[in-house]
């Protein structure tokens, strides 16, 4: 897979798209996803252009690993999920739908199925405070 300038990750990161920011560092960026799997699922970007992982810089993979790491417990704090899926997929055949980068962090409740992936925009109201609820426990240290 190519990387594509115009991809819309790359977008969000030169605030040519809008996202509702969850946490930055100055290395990667998460924020909710619009067509969420469950409530709460959210996208962490490296800001440095790769498609695939095999294309990203130990200290870009090294810093989006440890910014999921740390969304993830803050997903469980904030949401008592029952676990927390964190998915990466490479090439169209793997999954992949935007050639950059990203780490899936959703969270997982018993007897809950997963919505269908890119199919429905959630409320951008109920995203945001979603958002709020897993902010409060982001820890950048």
Known sequence: MNYDNSNPFARILRGELPCIKVAETGTALAFMDLMPQADGHLLVVPKEAAAEIFDLSDASTVACMRMTQKLAIAVRAALRPDGVFI????????????????????????GQPLRMHGREVADADTLEALAQRIRAHWRAD
């Open 87 to 110: 998915g990466q997929f490479n090439g169209v055949a793997a999954g992949q739908t935007v050639p950059h980068v990203h780490f899936h962090v959703i969270p997982r409740w018993d």
